[in-house]
Structure formats: C-alpha cells, structure tokens
C-alpha cells in the first residue's frame, strides 16, 4: 500500500512537470507578439490583414492598438519622444515623415524596398539627417475625382471648376441631386477641397508653387502663396459654392473625409474628391446607395492652369528606435515578406482600390482590371504631379495656420476674403520658421 501511494506520488509530480513544460513551451510559442499602431481606415485595415495571416503563418501574436485620426500624430509623437516600447509597428505618413525621421529605425536593410515605387520613397520625404529611409510602404494613397456614372455621362465631365458649378446647378434644377459637390474641408481633410484645387490652378502653400526642397523654400524665406491671386481665386471658389450658387453643402467647412463620404454615399451629391482606397467602399451595396454606379476621372482645372494634376504619396508602415532589437528584427521580417505577397497585395487592391505597395504588380493588375486601368491614366502615369504635404518638422503647424486661414475666409464675408487671407499668410511664414 506504502508502495501505492508512493507511485500515486510520483506520477503525479511527473504529470504536474510535463504539464508545466507544457504551459512554458506553450507560453514561450505565444512570446513572439508585434503590437501594431494605428488609425482604422480601408488601406491600413486590408495591410493588418496581411499582417495577421503572416503571424498565424510564422507563430507570431498581432496585436492591434487603434488611434483616433484626429489625435494620432500627437499621440505617436508623445510615445516616440518618450522611448516608450508600447508600439513595435505604426502607421507612417509623409505629413509627418520628417518630424518623426530621428525617431525612427532605418530600413534600408530591408531589401524587398527596391520593388517599392522610387516616387513615394523619395528621400527627401522620409530619411533622416543621415540619408537613411526609414518608412515601408503599406500602398499608395492619393485622392481621385468621382462622380455619379447615372447622372453624368463621360461626355459631360467638367473639364473646369466653371463646368463643375454650371453641371451641379443643372443637376440640382432637375431635383436629381440635393448637392453637386461634397468634400472634407476642416484641418487635415484639405486634400479634398482646398489643396486639389489649388493645385489644379497652379497654386500652393509656399512659394515657389510646387517646390519641395527645404533649402530652396527657407532662402524664399518661407513665403506663403496665401496672398497670391490664385489663392483668392480658389477661397472665392469655395465660397460661392457654399453661400451663392448652393452647390455644397453650408456646414462643409466642417465636415472630415467621412462626413463627405457619407453625403456622397447616401446619393446625395453627384461629385466629390477622396482617397482612391474608398473605391471599394463606394461600390459596395451595403454600404453605399450609389455602388455600381461610380467612376473617376481628372481634376477639374481652374483659369490658370491647363493640363491634368495628380498627387500621389505613399502610406507606410515604420518601427520605433526604442524598440528592443529583436522586435526590430522581427518586424523587419514581417515588412519584408509583406512586399513580396502577391496574393496578399492582390487581397489589398480587392478590398480598396489602393495599388499595392510592391509596383511589380500594377501592370499585372491592370491587365485584367479597369479601375487600375484608370488609375494609371488619371493619376499614376500623368506626367504633372504634386507632392501632398512639405517635408520639414514644422509642417503641421503650417498646415494648419494654412487651414485655419482658408476656413476663417469662407466661412466670413466674401468682400473680408483679402483681409483674411492677408492675416493667415503671416501665421503661415511664421509657424514655418
């Protein structure tokens, strides 16, 4: 009986390790987690996607940490200053690429880069003081022209913002629209109403027009273009949109991309300007009434300027200096094997309308598929394109004197459109220097 027990003992001390063997081995397979910062939009949920099956793949935990738009780049900026190791991967943009350069790891190591289009990784945008790049690119990001394919025929398109304010009038007269036009117009949704425009009449935030180059711009000494004629002519634009010819909306000065989105989506309006990866989205039936019945096509042009204008910018992905090495190296792999899935890139498209991050894949995609088809012919292959932000540290500061200015100038009276021009222009200058 003695002896009984005794083997009761012992078996039960041998069950009682393996188990903790068990638990430890299992433990040490679920060690490997990259915890993912983020803003929740089409393109960065499809890239997550192919995140998470490469983790199921190599025995590795994503962790998903969502941020709000609106307060992601002071969150981040706060983690990355602080050398906090609470994000192994987040979500890069040229906006912010060189404020947060030298808080960044280089990745010029990652050799699946050389398949990424030489456009979006240009390095003035995201290397830092010592020429190294320090962004992976999860796609391209630029905004496209909609509009309505059962209100308007491709022969009817407005070439110019007069054709867009005369065919939206028409619209509206038949009772076929509430709106002709819709965009984000507050702080950080400028892209979809004030910067196309203002490109597309040769105009810009700083002087020179269209000049990126830092050194060149501080020695114009930060000069804004917001007194410049074409500035006027743009915020005068917009104001008689809203206020005499009623073709947007009249709380449009606050709407973000989402509150357009979903004016356009209802049915609501015949045109609108958003990211291409929103092209899934407008065409899906459960979300939109007007799926199947959208199309793109070139920027309406204002009087001084006569040939088509694209913008076209990387979203990307990036890894924090402070942390550990071995994380680094394992998000590193995970960047890397991501720029090499076709099947997961050809997911990404599917799902948004983005072209993906490796550009090998964009003549093989537009083989057989007429959005990429479209995408090329009215924003990746035209000849005149634009940057969509500067590339110094001080630029949000700027973008948003620059926001501030044209929002007080069309919400107040047209004749106060100069004065109000005139006194964002030097908050403009001064939040450069």
């Known amino acids: 009986m003695k002896w009984f027990k005794t083997s009761i003992i012992k078996t039960w001390v041998v069950a009682c390790a393996a188990g903790i063997s068990l638990t430890a081995g299992a433990a040490m397979a679920q060690d490997k987690e990259l915890r993912i910062g983020y803003q929740p939009n089409p393109i960065q949920d499809a890239s997550i996607a192919m995140m998470e099956k490469w983790g199921a793949k190599n025995g590795v935990k994503i962790t998903k940490i969502p941020n709000s738009y609106g307060v992601y780049v002071e969150k981040m900026t706060a983690s990355l200053t602080s050398n906090s190791d609470q994000y192994d991967v987040i979500w890069h943009n040229d906006d912010w690429g060189q404020l947060w350069a030298h808080l960044l790891e280089p990745t010029d ?5 050389k398949y990424a289009d030489k456009w979006g990784m240009a390095g003035i945008i995201f290397n830092n003081a010592q020429g190294q790049n320090t962004v992976v690119p999860m796609g ?7 509009y309505r394919t059962d209100l308007v025929s491709e022969s009817e398109l407005p070439r110019t913002l007069d054709d867009l304010v005369k065919i939206s009038k028409k619209l509206q007269a038949e009772g076929k629209v509430k709106f002709g036009y819709v965009g984000g117009m507050a702080m950080n949704h400028t892209w979809f109403t004030w910067f196309w425009s203002m490109w597309s009449n ?37 104001w008689d949109a809203i206020n005499t010819h009623k073709i947007s909306p009249r709380g449009m000065p606050a709407y973000d991309r989402n509150e357009a989105n979903a004016v356009f989506m209802a049915g609501d309006a015949a045109f609108t300007v958003g990211d291409s990866v929103y092209w899934a989205t407008f065409n899906d039936p459960a979300k939109s009434k007007v799926a199947g019945k959208v199309n793109i096509t070139f920027f309406p042009l204002g009087p001084n300027r006569n040939e088509p204008m694209a913008w076209n910018d990387i979203w990307g992905w990036a890894i924090p200096k402070s942390v550990p090495a071995e994380r680094k190296a394992l998000a590193k792999r995970m960047l ?17 309308g983005a072209p993906p991050p490796n550009k090998e894949l964009w003549d093989k995609i537009a083989k057989d598929d007429v959005f990429m088809q479209q995408l090329k012919k009215f924003n990746l292959d035209v000849t005149n394109k634009v940057r969509s932000a ?32 005139a006194a964002g222009a030097s908050l403009v200058t001064n939040a450069a220097k």
């Open 390 to 421: 500067y590339y110094f540290e001080k630029w949000p500061g700027v973008h948003k004197a620059f926001s501030d200015a044209v929002i007080k100038a069309v919400t107040g009276s047209r004749e106060d459109i100069p004065k109000a021009l």
């Open 140 to 146: 391209q990001t630029f905004g496209v022209f909609y």
């Open 336 to 352: 890397s094997d991501m720029m090499l899935d076709e099947e997961g890139q050809r997911e990404l498209w599917k799902r948004t």
């Open 202 to 238: 040769n105009c810009d935030v700083l002087l020179p027009v269209f000049e990126r180059a830092n050194a060149k711009l501080a020695a114009n000494n930060w000069k804004s273009a917001l007194e410049e004629p074409c500035m006027r002519q743009a915020a005068e634009f917009w």
């Open 109 to 113: 190591d990652i050799e699946s880069l």
